[in-house]
């Protein structure tokens, strides 16, 4: 694709002179031809650098204050000392049941790499400390053992790459199916990569908390991500088939939510490949909990109900604002998704 760029660079540079060629020649036809073939490779040009530079990844949520978490920034710091004194620059809360790393260029397209930790608000109301620990351990332990010096650099060439590809796709259909069959190869060892990076740091969580706590704190998000998707978010939902606006802010009661409508298998051994399926297929870019516990060497039980969740502990005096923040943004999402079930449901 920078290739191309250049080509096409190139072609524009002696278009112009053929241009101005055939005006002083008096040339007419042949000046026309050259000023629409110009226009034509100036625009195929723009378009291409706009592949090239797709806009970097920022992190889409609300950047956590230290003075206002202080309990988690030290949690935070001395996971960071476990792992050889990595140091996060800013912490994030997001939308999403995950938590994750991201690393960016200072300056969007230059400068030291800075990186990000993003914790989703239902992760937070899923888990307890404890098991957050665990969580932070494995998202350290890819930092350590993956994103460090040039790795880090390696990484964020990789992520640009496959942003760019998919905007290609999205631009030019035929050139982008053309690009996406020769860089399947590419595509699938990305993923194949992918999966074998979450395994290693589960290892190396495991080596800093333990193998027991770690198998433990993934089935706890599985089973809460469970409730989430297939209760919470339907009775949310099934709102709008009675209503034009919904009664409830999904993100402020969620804490209540999963406290009060979550019901926790019994403890003890469960059949995990029925719940959440046994292996992993080429298109995924993570394991399979039941692929990553038999990594770790640990038995699928269900943990035992501990503690305050992480929101709780942490993140209680902004809560409200932080739930404000993310159920203004839910609405302005799902609004018209929302208003077209509900004049669906009037009409039958």
Not at 103 to 132: C, D, K, N
Not at 159 to 183: H, N, S, V, Y
Request: aromatic fraction near 10%.
């Amino acid at each position: 694709m920078g290739l191309l760029a250049v080509a096409l660079g190139a072609v524009v540079v002696l278009l112009v002179g053929a241009t101005w060629s055939a005006l002083v020649a008096g040339n007419v036809f042949l000046a026309l031809a050259a000023v629409v073939s110009f226009l034509v490779a100036t625009a195929s040009c723009v378009l291409v650098c706009g592949w090239l530079f797709a806009p970097v990844a920022r992190p889409d949520g609300v950047r956590l204050p230290q003075e206002l978490a202080e309990g988690l920034f030290r949690l935070i710091e001395r996971t960071g000392d476990r792992f050889g004194g990595i140091r996060i620059d800013a912490v994030w809360v997001v939308g999403d049941m995950n938590a994750a790393i991201l690393q960016r260029p200072r300056w969007g397209w230059v400068g030291p790499l800075e990186t990000h930790l993003m914790i989703g608000l239902p992760l937070a109301h899923s888990v307890t400390r404890r098991q957050f620990g665990a969580i932070l351990a494995h998202e350290f332990a890819h930092l350590a053992a993956q994103r460090r010096g040039l790795d880090g650099w390696w990484g964020h060439l990789r992520a640009w790459w496959f942003r760019a590809l998919d905007r290609c796709i999205e631009d030019a259909p035929r050139l982008g199916r053309a690009l996406e069959k020769w860089t399947a190869g590419d595509l699938r060892a990305a993923m194949r990569l992918s999966r074998l990076e979450e395994f290693e740091a589960d290892a190396g969580a495991a080596r800093v908390v333990g193998a027991q706590r770690v198998g433990e704190a993934l089935v706890e998000v599985a089973l809460k991500e469970r409730f989430l998707n297939e209760d919470y978010w339907r009775k949310v939902m099934a709102q709008s088939r009675t209503t034009p606006q919904p009664l409830i802010r999904p993100f402020r009661e969620m804490g209540l939510g999963v406290l009060a409508g979550f019901r926790r298998p019994e403890p003890g051994p469960m059949d995990i490949h029925d719940m959440f399926g046994g292996a992993a297929s080429e298109a995924d870019f993570h394991p399979t909990l039941a692929e990553r516990l038999r990594v770790l060497r640990v038995d699928p039980e269900v943990p035992v109900c501990g503690g305050e969740s992480l929101a709780n502990t942490y993140l209680g005096p902004i809560l409200p604002t932080l739930s404000w923040v993310f159920d203004r943004a839910w609405w302005q999402d799902s609004r018209r998704d929302w208003r077209q079930r509900y004049e669906r449901a009037r009409r039958d």
